[in-house]
């Protein structure tokens, strides 16, 4: 671990499930049911940018779209205990969000990178990031001095980031990416042509119009909604924090394989 070189697709879903990326994750039902409930109350913490207006209002249409794209249990009176990603699942967006990228590419794209989950997807991210920049993309350089009410927007290693005493910070909140979008404007530099993300980062680019992909866990449903709306185009349902961010190595080979960006 990590198994060497570019995995197979079978080797990959094997990978997925042993270091519990997908199958049988961390994230307990009781934890997931709890998201879904408060995001179906209007509980805008849980919206992740998005604006889902009265679209989701049922908890148990949240848990069918839940079901349907990250493999989680559709059985409602499963209410504790374990729950799944369907590591096939995994795999497969990962393949869309390959296509995405090798279009960004094809195309020269303008491409921005942000992360709410550094702790476990920022070298995801920095990875691609780096692959997309050697393919001839602009990698977005967000404007300086930006701030929400959570803390100061930067960008290490390509990838932007909020920043609180020193420290990355994890956050769901969208107003990073909008300091990011609303910079932007304001210096009058064009938009991304896509946002790679996740969290509200991911959501609010969406929401904005941007072109967006990006990961999502069990327990963050919104980015889900939004994909089924064609707000966001791809999202990726992994666990977002697993023991070791070494663990994502293989799955980041995988992507940048399918996308035609290995070296």
């Not at 990228?101 to 990031?129: E, I, M, N």
Request: hydrophobic letters at 40%.
């Amino acid at each position: 671990m990590p198994i060497p070189g570019t995995p197979s697709r079978a080797e990959l879903v094997d990978h997925l499930v042993r270091t519990r990326i997908a199958g049988d994750v961390a994230t307990p039902r009781e934890n997931n049911l709890s998201h879904y409930r408060q995001l179906a109350n209007g509980n805008r913490h849980y919206w992740l940018g998005l604006e889902l207006g009265d679209r989701w209002t049922d908890e148990q249409d949240v848990l069918a779209v839940m079901a349907e794209r990250v493999g989680v249990n559709d059985d409602a009176e499963h209410r504790h205990g374990q729950d799944t990603i369907d590591p096939e699942l995994t795999v497969a967006a990962l393949e869309r969000m390959a296509a995405r990228l090798r279009k960004a590419a094809d195309g020269q794209q303008r491409v921005l990178f942000a992360t709410g989950h550094p702790g476990g997807l920022l070298d995801v991210h920095r990875a691609t990031a780096q692959a997309l920049r050697a393919a001839g993309c602009e990698i977005v350089v967000i404007p300086e001095g930006l701030q929400t009410d959570e803390g100061y927007v930067m960008q290490f290693a390509d990838v932007a980031v909020l920043e609180h005493g020193a420290t990355l910070w994890h956050t769901h909140s969208g107003d990073p990416m909008k300091a990011i979008l609303t910079g932007l404007e304001r210096e009058e530099r064009p938009l991304p042509d896509l946002v790679v993300a996740d969290h509200g980062w991911a959501g609010y680019a969406g929401q904005h119009g941007v072109d967006s992909v990006g990961y999502a866990d069990c327990n963050d449903p919104a980015l889900f909604l939004a994909e089924a709306e064609g707000t966001v185009q791809v999202v990726v349902p992994l666990d977002d924090h697993v023991v070791s961010p070494r663990h994502y190595d293989p799955m980041t080979a995988y992507l940048l394989r399918e996308a035609g960006l290995a070296e």
